[in-house]
C-alpha cells in the first residue's frame, strides 16, 4: 500500500487570471507565505538542517555466525552476528555515519542475578569492537554500560530484597566499562542511571591509562513504556521483574533533568543525552539551553517501532515522517541522534545530495 503525497504546488510570481474566485486582496503589509512560496525560497530561509554527521546508529548483537534475525517489533532491524555486525559498520563507514552503538543480546544461560557476563572481556559486545575497530578503525564505536543485558531479573543494577543497590551497582559498572576501554571501545555510555557512575567511571579510566575514551551519559533517561521492542530484541522484555521507576526519572519532571545533566558534567561527561526523544523534546531545548554541552537525543526503540510500523500499514509515508521526526530534535536542540534509523535516513541524505 503506497501512500500518494503531493506532487509540488507552488505559487506563481505573475499576477493570477481572472477566475471566478478572484477578489479584493486583503490590505497584508505582512505575508509569510511569501517565504514559502517556492522550494528555493524554502531552501533560503531554512533554520536547521540534518546531516549524516548527526546520526549514531544503534546495533543489536547476538552470538552464532552469518545470521541475521529480524527484531518482530521493530521492522526493518535485526539482530546480527558479530560477522554480520562487521557488514553493517562498512555500511555504516560508507554512508559516512560517524559512529555505532552496541547492545547484546546475551543468551539466557549467561545471564545470571549479578549480570557476571558484562565483565566478560570476550562478551558478545567486546568480540564486536575488537572486530569492527580491526577492520573499520575510523568508525566510532558508543558501548552501553548496564547491567540489564546481562542480568536473570533483567535489571540495570544489583538487587537485594528488591532493591536496586546504588553504590554496589557503580562499582561493577566500573568494571564493565574498563572492559569495553580495553576492547577498544570509543565512548562508554552509562545508561543505567546509578547516581555517582559518571564520576567513578571517568576515574577508573584515567587511572587506567584510557584518558581519550569519551564518557556520553544518558544523563536524563526517563522510565518509559517506549522501550519495550528493545527489550524484546535484547531478550530482557520477558524477564524484567517490575519497573525501573527507582532508577530511570518520572516523565512528569523536567527541572530534574537540570540537575541530572548538571551532575553528570561536573562529574566528567564529555557529551550529555536525553532519552526517550520526541515525547521529550522540551527537555533537550532546555538542556542544550542551559548547558551548551554536546547534547543528544536517543529516538529509542518505541518511537522506531511507531514509524515503521505505521509506515508498513501504508498509513503514513515513513520517509518523510522518519526525516520529519529527526529533523525535529535538530531544531529542539540536538548536537545528534541515536537512531535505529540511521543508514536509511543517511541513504536518503546521500541520495538528496
Ligand atoms: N539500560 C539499557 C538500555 N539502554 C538503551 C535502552 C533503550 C533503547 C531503546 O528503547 O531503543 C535501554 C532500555 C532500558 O533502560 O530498559
Ligand atoms: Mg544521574
Keep these: 500500500m503506497a501512500i500518494k503525497f503531493g506532487r509540488p504546488i507552488e505559487m506563481r510570481d505573475a499576477p493570477r487570471r481572472q477566475s471566478a474566485l478572484a477578489s479584493t486582496p486583503l490590505d497584508l503589509t505582512i505575508r509569510p507565505r511569501?517565504?514559502?512560496?517556492?522550494?528555493?525560497?524554502?531552501?533560503?530561509?531554512?533554520?536547521?538542517?540534518?546531516?549524516?554527521?548527526?546520526?549514531?546508529?544503534?546495533?543489536?548483537?547476538?552470538?552464532?555466525?552469518?545470521?541475521?534475525?529480524?527484531?518482530?517489533?521493530?521492522?526493518?532491524?535485526?539482530?546480527?552476528?558479530?560477522?554480520?555486525?562487521?557488514?553493517?559498520?562498512?555500511?555504516?563507514?560508507?554512508?559516512?555515519i560517524p559512529c555505532i552503538a552496541l547492545f547484546p543480546y546475551t543468551e539466557p544461560s549467561l545471564r545470571d542475578e549479578h549480570g557476571s557476563e558484562a565483565l566478560n572481556p570476550n562478551n558478545l559486545v567486546c568480540q564486536s569492537v575488537r572486530a569492527i575497530k580491526k577492520e573499520f578503525p575510523e568508525i566510532g564505536v558508543l558501548c552501553d554500560v548496564a547491567l540489564d543485558p546481562f542480568t536473570s531479573h533483567g535489571h540495570d543494577g544489583l538487587i537485594e530484597d528488591g532493591k536496586i543497590l546504588n553504590d554496589e551497582t557503580v562499582a561493577v559498572l566500573v568494571k564493565q566499562a574498563l572492559v569495553q576501554a580495553e576492547a577498544g571501545c570509543d565512548v562508554i555510555a552509562p545508561s543505567d542511571?546509578?547516581?555517582?557512575?559518571?564520576?567513578?567511571?571517568?576515574?577508573a579510566l584515567d587511572e587506567a591509562g584510557f584518558l581519550d575514551v569519551q564518557i556520553m551519559s544518558y544523563a536524563a533517561k526517563y522510565a518509559s513504556a517506549f522501550y519495550g521492542p528493545f527489550r524484546d530484541a535484547i531478550g530482557s522484555?520477558?524477564?524484567?521483574?517490575?519497573?525501573?521507576?527507582?532508577?530511570?526519572?518520572?516523565?512528569?519532571?523536567?527541572?530534574?533533568?537540570?540537575r541530572e545533566v548538571e551532575l553528570d558534567i561536573a562529574e566528567g561527561a564529555d557529551m550529555v543525552m536525553v532519552k526517550p526523544g520526541m515525547p521529550y523534546l522540551d527537555v533537550v531545548r532546555r538542556v542544550k539551553d542551559t548547558f551548551a554541552m554536546p547534547t543528544f537525543v536517543y529516538q529509542v526503540s518505541g518511537e522506531y517501532a511507531m514509524i515503521a510500523g505505521a509506515a508498513a500499514n501504508g498509513w503514513i509515508d515513513g520517509d518523510r515522517a522518519m526525516m520529519e521526526s529527526l529533523l525535529g530534535f535538530k531544531r529542539a536542540g540536538a548536537d545528534g541522534i541515536l537512531t535505529y534509523f540511521a543508514p536509511k535516513a543517511a541513504e536518503k541524505l546521500k541520495a538528496e545530495g
Design 193 to 203: 542511571m546509578m547516581d555517582g557512575r559518571v564520576g567513578a567511571i571517568r576515574e
Design 34 to 96: 511569501r517565504n514559502r512560496k517556492a522550494e528555493w525560497a524554502r531552501r533560503l530561509v531554512r533554520e536547521n538542517v540534518l546531516t549524516t554527521d548527526d546520526l549514531i546508529w544503534p546495533m543489536f548483537v547476538v552470538d552464532g555466525h552469518n545470521t541475521r534475525t529480524p527484531v518482530a517489533s521493530m521492522p526493518g532491524v535485526d539482530r546480527l552476528t558479530v560477522d554480520q555486525a562487521v557488514r553493517d559498520a562498512e555500511r555504516a563507514a560508507k554512508l559516512n
Design 237 to 258: 522484555a520477558k524477564t524484567l521483574t517490575g519497573d525501573k521507576r527507582t532508577y530511570q526519572m518520572d516523565s512528569a519532571n523536567s527541572d530534574e533533568a537540570l
